[in-house]
């Protein structure tokens, strides 16, 4: 099945805008600096059309990062090359996983939706005998049952 985070994309095209407006108004007094501000601004503002997509299907976990429907990281992990999952919570009611893998980036899984990811990966690990090891924070988040109240409210 395939999980996706889009991001906070209004926020930061709205710290664009208002950082290209004032510096374009302001451009006589910023003088050669101006235009690192406006390549700051750029950046920023390509950076909220980034979209991360994992698939986890009984072979491998794909990960793909993408920026405008153009593929710019695509991983393709098999289940011999992880080493453990980290299941963590970010923020109050915020699940998030880590897979550690043998050889190279790990992949950081946070605030993907729909949340039923992180029940699928614990189901994933379990089948192929890798360790995963949950904070207690995770376990609150679990036991309470955050993640069905979370997605029943969107």
Request: hydrophobic share 40%; aromatic share 16%.
């Amino acid at each position: 099945m395939q999980y996706s985070y889009v991001g906070r994309r209004e926020v930061l095209v709205c710290l664009s805008i208002i950082f290209f407006v004032s510096t374009v108004r302001d451009m006589e007094s910023f003088g050669w600096f101006s235009y690192s501000i406006i390549l700051f601004t750029a950046f920023i503002f390509a950076t909220a059309f980034i979209r991360y997509s994992c698939d986890i299907n009984e072979e491998s976990i794909t990960y793909h990062i993408m920026w405008m429907g153009l593929l710019l990281y695509k991983k393709r992990v098999p289940p011999n090359q992880i080493s453990h999952i980290k299941f963590k919570r970010y923020g109050w009611v915020t699940k998030g996983a880590v897979v550690y893998t043998h050889k190279g980036f790990n992949i950081r899984l946070i605030d993907f939706k729909p949340i039923k990811l992180y029940e699928e990966l614990d189901v994933l690990f379990d089948k192929h005998d890798i360790p995963s090891i949950k904070s207690k924070d995770y376990q609150l988040l679990e036991k309470l049952g955050w993640d069905r109240k979370k997605q029943e409210s969107e």
